[in-house]
């Protein structure tokens, strides 16, 4: 949209305005289409200056004024002036070349004496008012004059700073690669120190395992033997309330059940008795040979446990 606007031209603390015809999008003071008149708040009354014929043209187009430049456009009448170039009447005929729509002009204060100032615009005769107003035009043509130059300036500002940035761009990629090297050569010295820790840490772990092995392996005997002395324990009791009920004790056989195995010279209790004969140990030529294979032999047997283990020992050794 194009937008009938201000744009600041005065100095610091000096604020004078053009009256532009600028797009919608243009920063505030930035780039404009046309200049079509100024406005000058420090004077008193305030001055404004409207290339009237031109502001009929914009508007005709669509063109949208701002909310000062309306109130400026109001003071000057160009709504009815519009209507009637809409409704087919010339430009020229209906707008005035140059109109100054001064300001209402503050009240003074009563009682207080006032110095003589210079007079304003709209107090001048109209000779001297001509030459203002050609002094204006001169200054505002001089700012534009300025204006293609400064632009000017930005653009080589611009273009140079571009340059600047292509030279740097060379070393930027080189700071860039020369970076990458270093994190490389670092990765790769630091490859072997990660790799030793590392066969460190596998050794040092089997060295660990190869130390608790033992202690594996003895916790287990220790569970087993204890395994087999509560399964013999409890074979134990189970034979005693069997031969509590039935009347029978191993201490003393009753003499009408004698054993039949070669084992029976060896005074063995029932129960274990019973448990070799199952285990297919009849003499005690074959225990004897069974023993010989170590306490872990035995202690295989179903039923036989480290007790009856000392047992078999203790009457081997009585039986010569």
Avoid: C
Avoid at 43 to 52: A, L, Y
Avoid at 120 to 149: C, F, N, Q, T, Y
Avoid at 209 to 233: G, I, M, N, Q, R
């Amino acid at each position: 949209m194009v937008r009938i606007r201000l744009r600041r031209v005065g100095a610091k603390k000096k604020p004078t305005y053009r009256i532009v015809v600028a797009d919608q999008r243009s920063p505030r003071d930035g780039r404009f289409i046309e200049n079509i008149g100024h406005y000058d708040p420090r004077t008193d009354p305030p001055t404004v200056v409207i290339h009237e014929a031109r502001a009929l043209h914009w508007l005709s187009v669509g063109a949208q004024p701002s909310g000062p430049v309306e109130r400026f456009f109001n003071k000057l009448n160009l709504a009815d002036k519009l209507k009637a170039v809409r409704g087919g009447a010339e430009i020229d005929s209906v707008a005035t070349p140059r109109v100054v729509a001064p300001q209402a002009t503050p009240a003074k204060p009563k009682g207080k004496a006032t110095e003589p100032k210079a007079a304003a615009v709209a107090d001048l005769p109209a000779a001297d008012e001509s030459i203002v107003e050609r002094a204006k035009d001169a200054v505002a043509g001089a700012v534009d004059a300025v204006e293609p130059m400064v632009e000017g300036a930005v653009e080589a500002t611009k273009k140079a700073a571009h340059k600047a940035a292509e030279v740097a761009e060379p070393v930027i990629d080189d700071v860039v690669e020369t970076t990458k090297k270093v994190a490389h050569t670092v990765a790769a010295a630091a490859e072997p120190v990660i790799e030793d820790v590392v066969e460190t840490t596998k050794k040092a772990a089997h060295a660990v395992a190869e130390a608790a092995e033992p202690v594996v392996e003895s916790v287990a005997d220790t569970a087993k033997k204890a395994t087999h002395a509560v399964a013999e324990a409890v074979a134990d009791a189970a034979h005693a309330v069997a031969d509590a009920v039935s009347g029978d004790d191993d201490a003393a056989p009753a003499a009408d059940a004698p054993s039949t195995s070669g084992l029976a010279a060896l005074g063995l209790s029932t129960r274990v008795e019973h448990a070799l004969i199952e285990a297919g140990i009849d003499t005690p030529a074959e225990l004897t040979a069974k023993v010989a294979e170590g306490d872990d032999a035995l202690l295989a047997l179903a039923g036989i446990g480290a007790k009856a283990v000392e047992e078999i020992r203790e009457r081997l050794g009585q039986a010569g």
